[in-house]
């Protein structure tokens, strides 16, 4: 009888914080249960030969937003399946009440469950989600739903509170469906998160979307005026660094009252890295860790001019400079971790109204082919470096580590096995979402996953998705 399930032979393992090196993985009910020099062909009842290839582990999509636009269970099956091309194994999604999503307000003790049942059978990966405590109620569930439905991590919107009719053509009430959705608000989320981080195990944390809305008020208004700015270089113009500098001291502050674990999301420029440096050197004793996105390491408005507005998103696309200073902050540890911030969001959806496309776009499939062909093919960045980024660091940030995140012995076996020089230039089809445009499109890509293998069932073989279903909710 053959000791293990599945075995993963002939390839450089990455193990992140540690390095590379030549081992065999052996697998048994979905879990890593050796690393070893050579395991034998009959020792195990299915094989997958990585030689010539680096086997890594499964990669954490940690800023992801299933069915914000789209019925959730029908997005759950392409976006998660989009997820497998990029040898994301895990994703972590966000959700709020109010407009988008399922367009409702209510507690979720009656929401959430909807949620997770419309999700349930229809996920290619294993998931997870951050949620927005949009109300009082909500902040009052915040202990129920860390204990009981192992929810650790919840979101504050800083731009929400200042929506605005002339900026936005939206009423903040009625697109939040919240009562006071403010600075008073989020200190009063932060002071439930922090008294519950310290009664639990793991840690509980609060993720910002940092961009100041009283500020954007001004610079939309200002941008719309300027007939010299047009398309994503007039919406960057209008959502500028000031917006994410300020939000982010204002964080800073409320965090340093609170003691609160912090988050700051998707930062976007060079600016906004600075302040966050800042910040948390002047408030040593806080855990404020910093997430980019994939899209604000590699697309500026000078690179897509001409190409429409597909490439909306909040915050925006900034400019080279600012590309080169997050690369910077992801070399020098700055940067936490590296994030899709995946929204399937169709060209319908975007249409050629600067104000009122909607903002996002997928790019979940491209997490480790971006990284690998930017960070360690062109910058450097040691393959190691690249787990940590993709898999390892938010693993440890969302209380997924080391069942996730790493390969180990006792892990899930996620692996994403990579073939190093396979060189694609990205298209909608070969990201496998229902998202009908990329602003990546044409990008050639060096490094591409070859099988993507979550808990031990293989997902992606050889640029063929399997037809299962595996993906399970993850409490954390």
């Known amino acids: ?73 029908t997005d759950a099956e392409s976006e998660t399946t989009s997820s497998v091309v990029g040898g994301v194994t895990t994703v972590l999604s966000y959700f709020r009440t109010g407009s988008h999503y399922l367009g409702k307000t209510g507690p979720y003790k009656e929401i959430f469950p909807e949620v997770l049942g419309a999700v349930e059978g229809h996920a290619k990966v294993d998931y997870g989600f951050h949620l927005a405590p949009m109300t009082s109620e909500h902040i009052a569930e915040i202990p ?14 800083m731009f929400y509170k200042g929506l605005n009719l002339s900026a936005d053509s939206r009423d903040a009430r009625g697109y939040t469906m919240a009562d006071e959705y403010d600075l008073g608000h989020l200190l009063e989320i932060m002071e439930a998160v922090s008294n519950l981080d310290s009664k639990v195990q793991g840690r509980v944390s609060v993720c910002l979307h940092c961009e100041q809305p009283e500020l954007l008020r001004v610079f939309i208004e200002r941008a719309k005026a300027n007939p010299a700015l047009s398309g994503l270089e007039e919406y960057s113009a209008a ?3 000031l917006t994410e500098r300020l939000a982010i001291e204002e964080a800073g502050v409320l965090a340093d009252a609170t003691q609160v674990r912090v988050n700051l999301l998707h930062l976007s420029s060079a600016l906004a890295l600075d302040t966050a440096t800042s910040v ?22 000078s690179d897509l001019k001409g190409q429409g507005i597909g490439g909306k998103v909040n915050p925006p696309i900034r400019s080279r400079r600012d590309n080169d200073a997050l690369w910077d902050g992801v070399r020098s540890g700055q940067i936490s971790w590296v994030a899709s911030d995946h929204a399937c969001c169709m060209e319908a959806e975007k249409g050629d109204d600067l104000w009122h496309a909607q903002p996002g776009f997928g790019g979940t499939a491209l997490m480790y082919p971006v990284l690998i062909s930017e960070g360690y093919h062109k910058r450097g960045l040691s393959l190691s470096r690249v787990a940590e980024l993709a898999s390892a660091a938010p693993a440890r940030a969302y209380n997924l580590y080391p069942k996730k995140g790493t390969i180990a012995v006792g892990s899930d076996a996620d692996l994403a096995i990579v073939d190093l020089d396979l060189q694609l230039a990205v298209t909608p089809q070969l990201c496998r979402s229902a998202q009908d445009h990329t602003p990546f499109k044409g990008v050639v890509v060096k490094g591409w996953p070859v099988a993507t293998i979550l808990r031990g069932k293989r997902l992606l073989e050889n640029g063929e998705v399997t037809s299962s279903w595996p993906g399970r909710y993850i409490a954390r």
């Open 239 to 241: 959502r500028p660094p």
């Open 1 to 73: 009888m053959a000791k293990y399930d599945l075995a993963v032979t002939g390839g450089r393992v990455v193990i992140p914080y540690l390095g590379e090196q030549a081992l065999d993985i052996g697998v048994r009910d979905g879990k890593v249960a050796v690393l070893a020099e050579k395991i034998a062909p009959e020792q195990a009842e299915e094989r997958v030969d990585a030689t010539g290839k680096v086997v890594l582990p499964g990669g954490v999509d940690s800023h992801f937003h299933l069915g914000i636009y789209r019925d959730l269970s």
């Open 280 to 301: 948390s050197r002047r408030y040593p004793g806080l855990d404020i860790q910093a997430e980019t996105t994939l899209h604000h390491l590699v697309l500026s408005t």
């Open 144 to 157: 129920w739903l860390v204990k009981e439905m192992g929810v650790s991590s919840f979101k504050y919107y």
